[in-house]
C-alpha cells in the first residue's frame, strides 16, 4: 500500500504539471508531451520511484494524454477548415508504422538511453524554436513517394522515443515546405493521433517490473497522472489562448525554445551520469 502522504505529495505535482501543460500547449501551440516527459520524469524520480524502465512509463503517459489532446484538435481545427485532409490522410499510415517500430525499440532500451535520446531531439527542436525563421523553405509542397514513404515513419518513430505528439516535428517539416502555419498546426494534431493511438496500445502490453513502478500503473501508462494531466490541460488551455493573444508570440515561442534547450542539456546530463 503506497504512503498516503506520498499520494498527496504526487497528486499536487501532477497537477502543476498538467496545469503548466495546459497553459504552454494554448499559449505556444506545442504539445505538451516535450514538457511532460521530463516534468513527470522528475515528478516520479523525486519521489522515489525510479528503475530501469522508469523512462518508458513517462513517454506512455505522455503518449496517452496525446490521444485526448490530439483528437480534441483535429477536431476543432477540422471545424474551422485549418486541416490538410489530403497531407493527413497520405502521411498518417506511415507515421503509425514508425510509432509501433519505435514502441519495440523503446521497450528494449534502458531509461539511461531514452533520456539521452530525449535530451538529444528537444536540444535539435529547442534550437529550432529559439533559431528558425518563418522565411525558411526546404520546397514548395510537401514531400511524396520514396521521400514520404522514408519520412513519415522516422516522424512516427523519434516522436515515440520523445513521447510526443505531431507538432514538434510535424509543423516545421509543413511549415519549411510552404504549408500555411495555421494549417500545420491543425494537420499535425492529425499527425499526433497517428503516433500516439498505436504507440500506447503497445505501451499497455509492455510489462513493467514493480520495483520502483509509479502506483496504478497498467503496462507502462501511469492512470494518475493520465488522468489529472487531462484534466489540467483542458481547463488551462484556453487561458494560454487567452495569453496568446496578448503577449508577443514569437518573442516567447524563442524564449521557450531556450528554455527546452536547458530541459533536454539537464536530460542528457542526467543520462550521462554527471
Given amino acids: 500500500m503506497p504512503d498516503p502522504t506520498l499520494l498527496v505529495v504526487m497528486t499536487l505535482m501532477l497537477l502543476a504539471i498538467g496545469a503548466f501543460a495546459g497553459v504552454m500547449a494554448g499559449l505556444l501551440g506545442v504539445g505538451g508531451g516535450i514538457i511532460l516527459v521530463p516534468a513527470f520524469f522528475y515528478a516520479f524520480h523525486t519521489l522515489g520511484y525510479g528503475g530501469p524502465q522508469l523512462m518508458q512509463i513517462c513517454l506512455a503517459t505522455s503518449l496517452a494524454t496525446i490521444i485526448v489532446t490530439s483528437v480534441r484538435s483535429v477536431l476543432s481545427h477540422g471545424r474551422r477548415g485549418s486541416v490538410d485532409w489530403d497531407i493527413l490522410r497520405s502521411w498518417a499510415p506511415g507515421i503509425a508504422l514508425g510509432a509501433v517500430l519505435g514502441v519495440i525499440v523503446a521497450a528494449g532500451l534502458r531509461s539511461g538511453t531514452l533520456q539521452a535520446i530525449f535530451g538529444v531531439l ?5 534550437l529550432y524554436m529559439s533559431l528558425g525563421r518563418a522565411h525558411w523553405r526546404l520546397g514548395a509542397q510537401m514531400p511524396r513517394g520514396l521521400l514520404r514513404a522514408v519520412l513519415s515513419p522516422v516522424m512516427g518513430f523519434l516522436s515515440v522515443l520523445m513521447g510526443i505528439g505531431g507538432g514538434s516535428f510535424g509543423v516545421p517539416l509543413m511549415s519549411l515546405h510552404g504549408v500555411p502555419i495555421h494549417r500545420a498546426v491543425g494537420t ?3 499527425f499526433g493521433a497517428a503516433i500516439a493511438v498505436p504507440s500506447v496500445i503497445g505501451f499497455l502490453m509492455l510489462q513493467i517490473g514493480e520495483a520502483g513502478r509509479p502506483p496504478l500503473t497498467v503496462g507502462a501508462v501511469n492512470l494518475p497522472a493520465f488522468v489529472i494531466t487531462i484534466a489540467m490541460t483542458l481547463l488551462t488551455a484556453p487561458l494560454g489562448v487567452r495569453l496568446a493573444h496578448a503577449l508577443d508570440g514569437k518573442l516567447l515561442k524563442r ?4 528554455f527546452l534547450v536547458l530541459i533536454a542539456l539537464n536530460m542528457l546530463r542526467k543520462a550521462l551520469g554527471w
Fill in 188 to 190: 499535425a494534431a492529425g
Fill in 122 to 126: 528537444a536540444l535539435c527542436v529547442g
Fill in 255 to 258: 524564449v521557450f525554445g531556450a
